[in-house]
């Protein structure tokens, strides 16, 4: 799933996908949605599905190297 963002063609997929590349389990994630979404990667729902931008300024990428810069700990 993919969606324009200024010329930027964001690509999006979901929790299974998350986990399996961060190495952060599904069950994991999903906590981190609920009781910590301050620590959790961006996201946003359609409906029941969650999904996780992958690109952009708010995308996956750009949630791991902040987590690397401060060295924050999940």
Same mark, same amino acid.
């Given at each position: 799933?993919? %969606? ?14 998350? %986990? ?16 910590? /979404?301050?620590?959790? /990667? ?10 996780? /931008?992958?690109?952009? /300024? ?6 791991? %190297? ?9």
């Amino acid at each position: 799933m993919s %969606a324009n963002h200024n010329d930027e063609e964001v690509q999006f997929c979901d929790v299974k996908r998350v %986990a399996e590349l961060t190495g952060i389990s599904k069950g994991h994630l999903v906590k981190l949605r609920l009781y910590d /979404p301050k620590n959790s /990667p961006p996201f946003f729902r359609v409906g029941r599905r969650v999904l996780y /931008p992958l690109n952009g /300024p708010r995308g996956l990428g750009s949630w791991a %190297a902040a987590r690397m810069q401060t060295g924050a700990a999940l």
